[in-house]
C-alpha cells in the first residue's frame, strides 16, 4: 500500500532517546532537512544541548522531557508538543537500553530493559498512532535491532526486547496502512554510540552515529518497511536464522567464543 511522505511542512517530527546516540544523530540530521524535531529523554539538560547543536541548521531541535516507561508522562509530552510546535507528522520511537546483566538471568536487568525496550515503545505508539488515525495521516518509525532477529549469547533481555518489538511493529503494520500511516521498522547492526563504548566486545561492521543517521533518515524517503544495515550484517544474520537449530546453535557458540560478541 502507497502512503504519503510526510515532509517538514506536514508538521513536526518527534523522537524518543533523543539526548544522545542513534536518536540525537538522527535528530540533528533532520534539522539538516529543514524539520522542526522535537526531543524526548528524561534529562532535560542533555536535550537542551542537542537542541544548541543545532542552531544555524535550516530546521531546529526542541527539547521536551520525558519518560517512556510512565504513560501519563508520555500523554503530556505528546499532548505539549502538538499544542505548542503542531501535530506530530514523523514519530521515531528510539529510546532504549542494554544494562549489564549478573548471572544467568538478571531478572532486574530483564524486567528493566522490557519495561523500556518495548513496554516504552508501545506507550508512545499507542498515543501517537491515535492521533494519527483521527487525522488519516502520519509516519511512524521503531528502532530495533538485527540482535531482534534471533537469540544471540549474551543476549537473552536485549535481545527478547528487540524481538518483541519487530513483531508489534510487523502486527500492527496492517492496522497502520489502514489508517493511512506509513509504519517502519529500524533494524541497525552496531553503531558507534556511548551505549556501544560502554560494552568491551568485539562489535563487526561498526558504523559511525552520524553515518547511521543519514541512512535512517535516507530509509524515511523510501517506501520499504524495514530499514536495516549494515546489510551485509543484517543478511548474514537472516540467513543464520534459516539453518536448523542444532546448526544455528553451534555456529553461534563459535562465533561468540572467538570474538566475544554481544548484540548490537
Not at 80 to 85: K, N, P, T, V
Not at 109 to 135: D, H, P
Not at 178 to 194: M, S, Y
Request: charged fraction near 20%; proline fraction near 6%; hydrophobic fraction near 45%.
Amino acid at each position: 500500500m502507497s502512503l504519503p511522505r510526510m515532509l517538514p511542512q506536514d508538521g513536526v517530527a518527534w523522537i524518543t532517546g533523543g539526548s544522545s546516540g542513534i536518536g540525537e544523530a538522527v535528530a540533528l540530521e533532520l534539522a539538516r532537512r529543514g524539520w522542526t524535531v522535537a526531543i524526548t529523554a528524561r534529562r532535560l539538560e542533555l536535550l537542551e544541548n542537542v537542541a544548541q547543536r543545532a542552531q544555524g541548521l535550516p530546521g531546529r531541535v526542541v527539547a521536551h522531557a520525558g519518560d517512556v516507561t510512565d504513560m501519563g508522562s508520555m500523554t503530556a509530552v505528546i499532548e505539549g508538543i502538538e499544542s505548542i510546535h503542531g501535530p506530530i507528522a514523523l514519530a521515531f520511537l528510539n529510546a532504549g537500553i542494554a544494562p549489564a546483566s549478573k548471572g544467568l538471568l538478571d531478572m532486574g536487568a530483564f524486567e528493566q530493559t522490557i519495561a523500556v525496550n518495548l513496554v516504552g515503545v508501545a506507550r508512545g505508539l499507542s498515543v501517537v498512532m491515535e492521533r494519527m488515525s483521527a487525522r488519516g495521516r502520519g509516519h511512524i518509525a521503531v528502532n530495533a535491532s538485527i540482535a531482534g532477529f534471533g537469540g544471540l549469547p549474551g543476549g537473552s533481555a536485549y535481545g527478547v526486547s528487540k524481538a518483541a518489538v519487530i513483531h508489534l511493529c510487523e502486527a500492527l503494520k496492517f492496522e497502520c496502512d489502514r489508517h493511512g500511516i506509513r509504519l517502519q521498522l529500524v533494524n541497525p547492526g552496531w553503531v558507534d554510540t556511548p551505549l556501544s563504548r560502554s560494552k568491551s566486545v568485539a562489535m563487526p561492521l561498526i558504523m559511525p552515529q552520524e553515518q547511521a543517521a543519514r541512512r535512517i533518515v535516507d530509509g524515511f524517503a523510501r517506501a520499504g518497511f524495514e530499514i536495516t544495515f549494515p546489510r551485509r550484517l543484517s543478511w548474514l544474520l537472516k540467513g543464520v536464522n534459516l539453518l536448523p537449530r542444532p546448526a544455528y546453535f553451534w555456529l553461534l557458540d563459535q562465533a561468540g567464543r572467538r570474538k566475544g560478541t554481544t548484540p548490537p
